[in-house]
């Protein structure tokens, strides 16, 4: 990105957040390895500057072969778990030369691996669909399919997998999965990974030998209601911009696109540099949070490409230059996210290129 352009809107990143939030995991997780979801450009926050600040952990994960080759590239010799495996044969010959984990999730992936010529032993992830039914094995053949492993001359280690859909959520939870997930697997002796950040939370059966955190590394809380701070996490994007233009709007004037947002008796409005374009949620309507000059306040009318309108009028002293938080810090993006309907891992994962994004 260039560095000429001095518009304020800045993700800053609070590197020692990261370190403080695997502490938090890694005694969590007991006796269990730590594979460290960074995933999304770390979700968000910058796939070179996330795992700088969690080389600690025992592991990392990640979507593509892109982004374990460049982890490879930076000098990172952690196992690398591809959570999707390949999405293309011509990917195998470089996954097992980088001595990448791939996750397999159907059985044609064997039927490929296995007519494979490769330079090394690829160790694998068998990922079991216990009851989220979008990716995995069924249970059943895991048996089966071992007898094909065993012996071949591609494959590593195994590692056994599954997701949960519910972990986050008191009424259904794990136990069902979890049920399933040991009836498959009993007496194999196998090493096995099946906790998201939420199971780890709040299932502790479910720690096995490695487990796999995403958002709670970055601060966030994956339970719905509550934030990060409240679990004893740190926050560690924090999005700040400034006002670059204060309006005086008369009662009964409409505030932005579509006139959505009608003053109703006369106030100051500020204009804050930060839109959709820069990840911003389009569907944050009036009232969501926002800090002003170290103030909340809140946002009015429609979220434009580039800005965005905040209310004024608790924040006399506010200015042009005055500073804006857009979460983080001082604002947790889960009330952010909870008032545009979605979830923190959407806003975080959305902040666009443009954003400039520095480490603190
Ligand atoms: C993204 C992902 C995780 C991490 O989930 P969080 O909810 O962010 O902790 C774990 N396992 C798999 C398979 C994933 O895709």
């Known amino acids: 990105m260039s560095m000429l352009s001095r518009r304020p809107l800045t993700a800053r990143i609070d590197t020692a957040a990261l370190a403080h939030n695997l502490g938090l995991a890694r005694r969590l997780a007991g006796n269990a390895r730590i594979l460290a979801v960074i995933k999304a450009n770390g979700y968000g926050h910058g796939l070179a500057r996330v795992a700088d600040a969690l080389r600690a952990?025992?592991?990392?994960?990640?979507?593509?072969?892109?982004?374990?080759?460049?982890?490879?590239?930076?000098?990172?010799?952690?196992?690398?778990?591809?959570?999707?495996?390949?999405?293309?044969?011509?990917?195998?010959?470089?996954?097992?030369?980088?001595?990448?984990?791939?996750?397999?999730?159907?059985?044609?992936?064997?039927?490929?691996?296995?007519?494979?010529?490769?330079?090394?032993?690829?160790?694998?992830?068998?990922?079991?669909?216990?009851g989220m039914h979008r990716l995995g094995l069924p249970p059943q053949r895991l048996a089966a399919l071992l007898d094909r492993l065993r012996g071949a001359p591609q494959v590593g280690g195994i590692t056994l997998m599954t997701h949960f859909a519910c972990a986050d959520e008191p009424q259904v939870g794990v136990a069902e999965q979890?049920?399933?997930?040991?009836?498959?697997?009993?007496?194999?002796?196998?090493?096995?990974?099946?906790?998201?950040?939420?199971?780890?939370?709040?299932?502790?059966?479910?720690?096995?030998?490695?487990?796999?955190p995403g958002i709670l590394l970055y601060g966030v809380s994956p339970f719905a209601g509550t934030t990060g701070g409240e679990l004893g996490l740190l926050?560690?994007?924090?999005?700040?911009?400034?006002?670059?233009?204060?309006?005086?709007?008369?009662?009964?004037?409409?505030?932005g696109y579509g006139a959505v947002f009608v003053a109703p008796r006369d106030m100051r409005v500020g204009v804050v540099a930060c839109g959709y374009a820069d990840g911003y949620p389009r569907h944050a309507g009036t009232g969501t949070p926002v800090i002003v000059a170290g103030r909340p306040s809140r946002t009015l009318g429609r979220v434009s490409m580039d800005m965005l309108a905040v209310d004024?009028?608790?924040?006399?002293?506010?200015?042009?230059?005055?500073?804006?938080?857009?979460?983080?810090?001082?604002?947790?993006?889960?009330?952010?996210?909870?008032?545009?309907?979605?979830?923190?891992?959407?806003?975080?994962?959305?902040?666009?290129?443009?954003?400039?994004?520095?480490?603190?």
Request: aromatic letters at 4%; hydrophobic letters at 45%.
């Open 178 to 212: 979890l049920a399933r997930f040991h009836a498959a697997t009993r007496g194999l002796h196998l090493p096995v990974t099946l906790a998201n950040s939420a199971a780890l939370l709040r299932h502790p059966d479910t720690r096995g030998d490695w487990v796999r």
């Open 235 to 255: 926050p560690v994007m924090t999005l700040e911009s400034a006002l670059i233009a204060v309006q005086t709007v008369r009662k009964g004037e409409g505030v």
């Open 57 to 130: 952990a025992d592991g990392f994960a990640v979507l593509t072969l892109d982004e374990a080759a460049a982890l490879r590239a930076q000098g990172y010799t952690h196992p690398i778990v591809l959570l999707e495996g390949w999405f293309h044969v011509d990917e195998l010959p470089e996954i097992a030369r980088l001595r990448l984990r791939p996750v397999i999730h159907r059985e044609d992936q064997l039927d490929v691996l296995l007519k494979a010529r490769l330079d090394n032993r690829i160790d694998l992830l068998l990922k079991l669909d216990t």
């Open 312 to 360: 004024l009028t608790d924040v006399p002293g506010a200015h042009v230059g005055s500073p804006v938080t857009l979460w983080g810090q001082g604002l947790p993006v889960e009330r952010v996210a909870e008032a545009a309907g979605t979830i923190a891992y959407e806003l975080l994962t959305a902040i666009a290129p443009r954003v400039r994004c520095e480490a603190v």
